[in-house]
């Protein structure tokens, strides 16, 4: 699932005339389209880049056409555009693209009256692995980074139209379930009438390791319960169901304040399927046995996955194989995210390899990827850790955001008239946000230093700055004394929103530019773009607002510009869908 439609953007329409151009100017050659934003405003808002590719394909050919003459001869078939006022080719044989201003002017004029649109692509249903916690081990910070870019990628395709299903593939089920047990029926002998106090069950994992690596009776019972549990027996199922809803309660906790839905389906769901394909794989003889174990070895990987362990149980890896066919053939996913840091990358590609090599899927056809992430490193650049040197458990994270987040508003609140509510939601917009913000602004692939600090700065591209700029426009708007009614009834009866100074054009330009980055951003899967976007914007606001008066002072008496008001108010909605598409809610007052 690659995409190439591009419906509704900028690029998309150049794209469109620009590939039609070339067809019938060089019906003999293939080359792919090179389209990109121009570097520098002296060479258009966008270059084509294709002559040079062309030329080449053409001398192959036995033709000799310089890339000028190429580009010329594009130029030539050029269909009639709207977006276009002109092109130029300098010699090296680009052709620079230059927008046509009442095209901008008439995009925007839409956007007031009809709000702020999304490319429209052929839905698709996207199936997104993310969190995925383990159970009994407390949440961490690389599970947070999952949650909150999992989310982010959901809410992208939810924005776009596609058919979303967020899955939380918990670890609720392996051997580890054995010690748990034993040791709550120990602890809790009334169990079956009271739910048990457990408590923190980080605590109670760490007793129940104690107990199994020092006890042999004790490791042996365990052994048994695991059993137990696998075949379903009642008093093990409910035990069971009592640890995970621990876990559950806390993760929810987190859920919650970040406003993140999640379906939860951890490895359990997928036992009974489990076996159906240890089946499948033994009939159709792509396992072999070692020493007791149950080996597959995909395509081109170098460690096997271990199917069926010397003892008769399932791994980590069966859980991963059922779960790939499920979702392509139960839920019928087109394409399949699995949001899990860097480190498991090679268990993914071992997994994806094994489903290509029993043929459950196509890639000209289905999508399935492992979106990787690098670590979170504290300040001091190693492992973050707390001061003694532990897990940071995800809600005291959280609730510390919170704390700082009040402290920096105390100080820098504008708005003075702010509500207790209000306050509220601003404090947790910069904490959430701050959060959800430092993340998703860092190259995914890579490791990033957590600091609240850094996110809770005001300057620079974070979330902070963001909320304040948002916030300031959504103000400014109020001060005009203009009404939403007034506003409406303006963008009505304009068909074009008129363009004059040169930065209300570089400021609807950029409005525009959204469509193009949200393209790019559902190929890539890299959301730091869509972060670069909308700080690109604010800047480009504040360069405009600083030009060009909103409300003109004159000789004692006021009067809006309505065009330049309704430009704000184009802006603000505008990154009110960029920051609600990274779960980031922007607040009118800050
Ligand atoms: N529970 C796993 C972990 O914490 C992540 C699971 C990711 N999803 C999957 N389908 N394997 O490492």
Known sequence: ?????????????????FKKAIKEAF???SVPLVLAEATNPKFGDYQCNSAMGISAALKAQGTAKRPAEVAADIVAKLPVCPLISKTEI??????????????????CGEISRHGVRLPTIESRRVIVDFSSPNIAKEMHVGHLRSTIIGDAISRLFEAIGFDVLRLNHIGDWGTQFGMLIAHLFDRFPNFQKETPAIGDLQSFYKESKKRFDEDAEFKKRAYECVVKLQSSQPEFIKAWNDICDVSRKSNNEVYDKLDIKLNERG????HNRMEAIVEELKTRSFLREEEGRHLMFPTGCDIPLTVVKSDG??????SDLAALKNRLFEENGDWLIYVV???????FETIFSAGRDLGWYDEAVKRVEHVGFGLVLGEDKKKFKTRSGETVRLKDLLDEGVRRSEEKLKEKCRDRDMSEAELTAARDAVAYGGIKYADLSHTRTQDYIFSYDRMLDDKGNTAVYLLYAYARIRSIVRQSGVSQEEMDKYA???????????????????VLKLSDVILQVVDTLMLHTL???????STTFTEFYSECYVVEKLEGTSKVNMNRLLLAHVTANTMETALNILGIKPVPKM
């Open 90 to 107: 300098p010699p090296a044989g680009f052709i620079n693209v230059f927008l046509n201003e009442e095209f901008i002017a008439k995009q």
């Open 267 to 270: 490895e359990s769901y997928y």
């Open 27 to 29: 019906p003999t050659v």
């Open 1 to 17: 699932v690659v995409v190439k439609d591009f419906a509704g953007s900028i690029m998309g329409r150049l794209a469109h005339v």
């Open 531 to 537: 972060c670069d976007y909308l700080y690109n914007l």
């Open 492 to 510: 009505a009866s304009n068909e074009l929103l008129p363009l004059g100074h040169p930065k209300e054009v570089k400021l609807a330009k950029q």
């Open 341 to 347: 840091d860097a480190g498991q990358s090679l268990h």
């Open 313 to 318: 149980g399932f791994t980590y890896d069966t």
